[in-house]
């Protein structure tokens, strides 16, 4: 089945700062979605990007389908963006999502 | 106004014992799904249904039936309960049909314990 890894594993960043989140998968998908986990357990959808740029705020999507990659842009992090980062892909027939290993975010005032 | 619920959200029980988890979606979507996340926080689907049927059954021991009364509901039962069943499950849904990919909304999970 498709592999999807995403590096950073772990990111510690001081309020203000700025980062960039990958995900890289291993065959074609038909789409993508970005979720933040906050530390109270809870799935928040951010980004549902099959290619192209999306922006939502302090919050950038970019999908490249072709080369099979998608970025995260945080900027100007603060405390509350910490918690886990998810993409996750759709592939083939199946409705269902293949999610990405996740990256640990740390915003430290 | 909640799109996607879970009851309960924390599920304390014995090995051995069977238990339920609900799950409710106001959005009007077609499809529901079970998704679960193990302790390393790796999230993998479990089952999806369409219109009360089922379309994905990804390798999951039959202790785990899902059942899905009419399209806004999909329940989990899960009978004679493992240690391994430890996990927080989570409920989605979407609006499409089988063969789509429209963006999933999640529940707020349910954590089950094991003991």
């Known amino acids: 089945g498709i592999q999807v890894e995403q590096s950073p594993p772990d990111l510690i960043l001081q309020e203000g700062a700025n980062s960039t989140l990958r995900c890289n998968f291993s065959?074609?998908?038909?789409?993508l979605q970005w979720f933040h986990q906050n530390p109270w357990g809870q799935l928040i959808n951010l980004f549902y990007?099959?290619?192209g740029t999306k922006q939502n705020g302090r919050l950038s999507a970019t999908t490249v389908a072709t080369e099979r990659y998608s970025l995260l842009y945080i900027s100007s992090s603060q405390t509350t963006d910490s918690g886990v980062y998810f993409c996750?892909?759709?592939?083939?027939?199946?409705?269902?999502?293949?999610f990405g290993t996740g990256t640990r975010l740390q915003v430290t005032l | 106004d909640t799109a996607v619920s879970q009851t309960p959200k924390y599920l304390v029980t014995q090995m051995g014992n069977d238990k339920s988890i609900k799950c409710e979606q106001n959005?009007?979507?077609?499809?529901m799904y079970w998704y679960k996340q193990d302790s390393k926080k790796f999230l993998k689907i479990m089952f999806s249904?369409?219109?009360?049927?089922?379309?994905i059954n990804e390798t999951v021991p039959n202790r785990f039936s899902p059942k899905s009364p009419d399209k806004a509901h999909l329940n989990l039962h899960i009978n004679s309960l493992e240690l391994g069943d430890s996990a927080v499950y989570f409920c989605?849904?979407?609006?499409?049909?089988?063969?789509?990919?429209?963006?999933?909304?999640f529940g707020p999970g349910t954590r089950l314990t094991v003991l």
């Open positions: 989605a849904s979407s609006q499409h049909g089988a063969g789509d990919s429209q963006e999933q909304f």
């Open positions: 065959d074609s998908v038909n789409n």
């Open positions: 990007i099959p290619s």
């Open positions: 996750a892909v759709y592939t083939g027939t199946a409705s269902k999502l293949t």
């Open positions: 959005l009007g979507h077609d499809t």
């Open positions: 249904y369409n219109n009360k049927e089922l379309i």
